[in-house]
T-cell receptor
């Protein structure tokens, strides 16, 4: 049972345009969500996070939106740059409990120059 | 430089031969964790530790052991490796639970 789902395995976007990566979850107890970026032959690197008490968090070109009623979060990258080409993972956790992290399967973003 | 270091980076071994993958962090982090990454399955948490001598199972702990005798080290032990443990493994740490994690560069294990 995949509690965190990234239904798009891949996405291609033109440089300068907006990239939108989506993530759905099933467990309403999740209260902390993160996005990581992963380049080949490297470990994932933290990008941005959001607590369930917020619906938006912004950091430079990256914005994460959380829709708790739909159990959906999205990562917006504006403007997209070729260096953003990577695999993006969303992750969820229950911070008051066991502190397990559940990751999605990843979306490969390709930004075309 | 703040980092999580895993060793070895690559290993090919045979079924049943005990192996240990070491993980060390130099950031004085309390929380450490092991993940495996498999095609189509994303990252799955194997074990985690919230502090020295405190460890707990993640989602896929079967066939693995861990220990946390010192704050900086969190080795992953495969007592009797099997081919279904062939995977890419990542160690991660964070200052405390609930904070974003720093990941190592991964260890690719092949068990024949």
């Amino acid at each position: 049972d995949q509690q965190v789902k990234q239904n798009s395995p891949s996405l291609s976007v033109q440089e300068g345009r907006i990239s939108i990566l989506n993530c759905d979850y099933t467990n309403s107890m999740f209260d902390y969500f993160l996005w990581y970026k992963k380049y080949p032959a490297e470990g994932p690197t933290f990008l941005i996070s959001i607590s369930s008490i917020k619906d938006k968090n912004e950091d430079g070109r990256f914005t994460v939106f959380l829709n708790k009623s739909a159990k959906h979060l999205s990562l917006h990258i504006v403007p997209s740059q070729p260096g953003d080409s990577a695999v993006y993972f969303c992750a969820a956790s229950i911070t008051s409990g066991t502190y397990k992290y559940i990751f999605g399967t990843g979306t490969r973003l390709k930004v075309l120059a | 430089e703040a980092q999580v270091t895993q060793n070895p980076r690559y290993l090919i071994t045979v079924t049943g031969k005990k192996l240990t993958v070491t993980c060390s962090q130099n950031m004085n982090h309390e929380y450490m964790s092991w993940y495996r990454q498999d095609p189509g399955l994303g990252l799955r948490q194997i074990y985690y530790s919230m502090n020295v001598e405190v460890t707990d199972k993640g989602d896929v702990p079967e066939g693995y052991k861990v220990s946390r005798k010192e704050k900086r080290n969190f080795p992953l032990i495969l007592e009797s490796p099997s081919p279904n443990q062939t995977s890419l493994y990542f160690c991660a740490s964070s200052l405390m639970r609930g904070q974003p994690q720093h990941f190592g560069d991964g260890t690719r294990l092949s068990i024949l």
